[in-house]
């Protein structure tokens, strides 16, 4: 695993034993271990004689819970709690991760009552924050679940290139002890094809234009395999080459094979503040139902600044 600091963080709104338990696996590689941050809520002016009782409560109740993980999971990471009080929990997380150089943010997601997509604060993170972040649904274990990851095998900008070979190597390294192979998805469409059917403006024979559709195809197929060949895995995939637009099939194929984890990216401008992670990103969060690792290309600069 390439994670060296590893920030878990909770909001104390429900039960986040799953999701610690796979911040501590994680973790387990790390180099400083574990570092727990429960976020709290500002209390009103008239309550704050009560904030420091809050606060411990909530560090005993996480203690309590780490305790009861660490006897069911037991590993040798360092772990260590803290809390603190906050009105903006995203932010406060993500200056955190500034101010201590984490390469990894791990929460619990939280969820409307249907548990499709994700709510305000993680999609905070996910704009924002500049290092991986892992958003856990509940019953959902990475360390023996199934992983999946999701790459553009058409892109040619050499960023989001980069950031897919990343995805592949992470991928294959978050599956790596379960030995299960890793579901590559991979999204590809003829997009001339109801412009051609119906004639509108280009007229095309059904014998031509199943050629080029089944040539488009082939193209976006043998990129993703350059795109493996290029990343160094040495793992084998299993190749998912789906005919339609990602916002659709990715969300589907995860549903329909269960999947327990999808690593996908997001897009952002390099180099500049990004309040958004692109049109197709933010498409597929909203009808994801799995836990999701999310990786941000290399250039993103957060707009949040430590003060």
Same mark, same amino acid.
């Given at each position: 695993?390439?994670?060296?600091r590893?920030l878990? !963080?909770s &909001?104390g709104?429900?039960?986040?034993?799953?999701?610690?338990?796979?911040a501590?696996t994680l973790?387990?590689?790390?180099?400083?271990?574990l570092? #727990?941050?429960?976020i709290v809520p500002t209390?009103?002016?008239k309550?704050?004689?009560?904030?420091q009782?809050l606060?411990?409560?909530?560090?005993e $109740?996480?203690?309590?819970m780490?305790e009861?993980?660490? &006897?069911?999971l037991?590993l040798a990471? %360092?772990?260590? !709690?803290?809390? /603190?009080q906050?009105?903006?929990?995203?932010?406060?997380?993500?200056? &955190? !991760?500034?101010?201590?150089?984490y390469?990894?943010l791990v929460?619990q997601?939280?969820t409307?009552n249907?548990?499709?997509?994700? /709510?305000?604060?993680d999609l905070d993170l996910? &704009?924002?924050? @500049?290092?991986?972040v /892992?958003?856990c649904r =509940?019953?959902?274990?990475? +360390?023996q679940?199934?992983?999946?990851v999701?790459?553009?095998?058409?892109?040619?900008?050499q960023?989001?290139l980069?950031l897919?070979?990343?995805?592949? %190597?992470? *991928?294959?390294?978050?599956?790596?002890?379960?030995?299960? =192979?890793?579901?590559l998805v991979a999204?590809?469409d003829?997009t001339?094809? +109801?412009?051609l059917?119906?004639?509108?403006w280009? *007229?095309?024979s059904t014998?031509q234009? *199943?050629n080029e559709? %089944?040539e488009?195809?082939?193209?976006s197929?043998d990129?993703l395999?350059r795109?493996?060949k290029a990343?160094g895995?040495?793992?084998t995939f299993n190749?998912?080459?789906l005919?339609?637009? @990602?916002f659709?099939k990715?969300p589907?194929?995860t549903?329909l094979?269960?999947?327990?984890?999808?690593?996908?990216g997001t897009?952002a %401008?390099t180099g500049?503040?990004?309040f958004?992670i692109?049109?197709t990103?933010?498409n597929?969060?909203?009808?994801l139902?799995?836990s999701?690792l $999310?990786v941000?290309? #290399?250039?993103?600069v957060?707009p !949040?600044?430590v003060d």
């Amino acid at each position: 695993m390439t994670f060296n600091r590893v920030l878990f !963080v909770s &909001r104390g709104l429900g039960n986040d034993e799953d999701a610690l338990r796979n911040a501590m696996t994680l973790a387990q590689e790390a180099e400083f271990g574990l570092d #727990v941050l429960v976020i709290v809520p500002t209390l009103p002016a008239k309550l704050l004689s009560y904030s420091q009782q809050l606060i411990d409560n909530a560090l005993e $109740a996480y203690q309590q819970m780490l305790e009861k993980v660490q &006897r069911d999971l037991p590993l040798a990471s %360092r772990v260590s !709690v803290s809390s /603190m009080q906050a009105h903006d929990a995203s932010t406060t997380a993500i200056k &955190r !991760v500034l101010q201590d150089d984490y390469d990894l943010l791990v929460k619990q997601a939280e969820t409307k009552n249907n548990e499709i997509g994700f /709510m305000s604060v993680d999609l905070d993170l996910l &704009r924002k924050c @500049p290092c991986p972040v /892992m958003l856990c649904r =509940p019953g959902h274990q990475i +360390n023996q679940g199934k992983v999946a990851v999701a790459v553009d095998p058409n892109a040619k900008d050499q960023v989001e290139l980069s950031l897919s070979k990343k995805l592949l %190597r992470l *991928s294959t390294a978050l599956t790596s002890a379960s030995q299960k =192979p890793t579901e590559l998805v991979a999204c590809w469409d003829f997009t001339l094809e +109801n412009t051609l059917t119906n004639g509108t403006w280009l *007229s095309m024979s059904t014998t031509q234009l *199943s050629n080029e559709k %089944r040539e488009a195809e082939q193209e976006s197929l043998d990129n993703l395999k350059r795109m493996i060949k290029a990343s160094g895995c040495k793992q084998t995939f299993n190749i998912n080459h789906l005919e339609g637009f @990602p916002f659709v099939k990715v969300p589907e194929f995860t549903e329909l094979e269960t999947i327990d984890l999808l690593v996908m990216g997001t897009v952002a %401008r390099t180099g500049m503040s990004s309040f958004f992670i692109g049109n197709t990103a933010e498409n597929i969060l909203q009808s994801l139902s799995c836990s999701l690792l $999310a990786v941000k290309p #290399v250039g993103f600069v957060s707009p !949040v600044t430590v003060d």
